[in-house]
């Protein structure tokens, strides 16, 4: 059963395996999507024109497929403890001091100019870049690595040049990055030597990109 929270943009559908489902009205939409997190559970995100009830027949065809994915994510990530209000806005100060220098720092390095820089807590990417050449950045990026906190902002910045993931975009991902991980190497960076023992010996077409997005999945959104 449906039932009302608060505006009637979202109402919350129980599941007897899955417990609350939120179903969210959404702007822009232009198809029903589900989302499904390891800590923040499942959420549908509807269209503003589809009735709430499509929607729940959507999630009804979809269901054993995310009742599959849960358990792939509890087996992966086991209990994963939830971070708190304080811990996130922790988080929130830290990256708002961090990130934007070690941006700069990078920006200025490999020769990327960018407009301005914002702070998010997103559920689903660690970061973007705006055909205004805008970045923004997960504060989640703080729990990270140096070396893989860097591989994410190379990769917004060199969104700067590339608006997609095409092969130039990875072309010059994989050079600038590969140019900082030797150097943090240089450094003394033990997770910067680890990673580039594994870019060094992967088969992938990209290895940076396929070495340092596997070593992040390790790190889920909080």
């Known amino acids: 059963m449906l039932s009302l929270q608060g505006m009637v943009m979202e109402k919350v559908y129980s599941d007897p395996s899955l417990g609350d ?11 029903i999507s589900i989302r499904v997190h390891p800590l923040k559970g499942v959420s549908v995100s509807v269209p503003y024109p589809v009735p709430y009830a499509a ?11 995310i009742l599959q994915t849960v358990a792939r994510q509890e087996e992966r990530y086991g209990d994963l403890p939830k ?5 996130i806005e922790s988080m929130r100060k ?5 990130l934007p220098v070690r941006l700069d720092e990078l920006a200025r390095e490999y020769g990327f100019v ?11 990417n660690w970061g973007s870049c705006s055909t205004r050449n805008n970045i923004n950045l997960n504060l989640n990026i703080v729990r990270l690595p140096d070396a893989l906190r860097d591989y994410i902002l190379l990769h917004e910045l060199c969104h700067l040049r590339h608006h997609d993931h095409g092969h130039a975009f990875h072309l010059l991902l994989e050079h600038v990055c590969t140019d ?5 190497c240089d ?4 997770e910067a030597k680890s990673l580039a023992h594994a ?14 997005s596997k070593a992040i999945k390790a790190y889920p959104l909080l």
């Open 187 to 190: 450094s003394g960076d033990l």
């Open 21 to 31: 489902i939120v179903f969210r009205k959404r702007k822009g939409l232009r198809r």
């Open 55 to 65: 929607a729940l027949a959507f999630f009804r065809l979809k269901r054993e497929w």
């Open 199 to 212: 870019v060094a010996t992967s088969k992938a077409k990209y290895p940076v990109s396929h070495v340092c």
């Open 114 to 124: 960018y407009n301005k820089v914002t702070i998010k807590h997103n559920s689903t």
């Open 83 to 87: 971070a708190s209000p304080e811990e």
């Open 180 to 184: 900082n991980i030797l150097k943090a």
């Open 94 to 98: 830290r990256a708002k001091v961090e």
